[in-house]
């Protein structure tokens, strides 16, 4: 999961909140939590990274 993954599915957290769905005590621990940490995440540029160096070895075998 990369960084524009992370803060897709904070604003999305924070719209179920908003629209009532959650509780501010359920959108407060669960945007706290270690899904939401950024050291779990890559960058951007490494992931995209990664997909060339796989396409790449797809293509010449």
Known sequence: MTEVDREIALALLKQLW??????????VSASSSRFFDKRHFTSDT??????????SADVDN
């Open 18 to 27: 908003k629209r009532e769905l959650i509780s501010e005590e359920t959108y």
């Open 46 to 55: 490494e992931t995209n990274n990664k997909m060339i160096e796989e396409v």
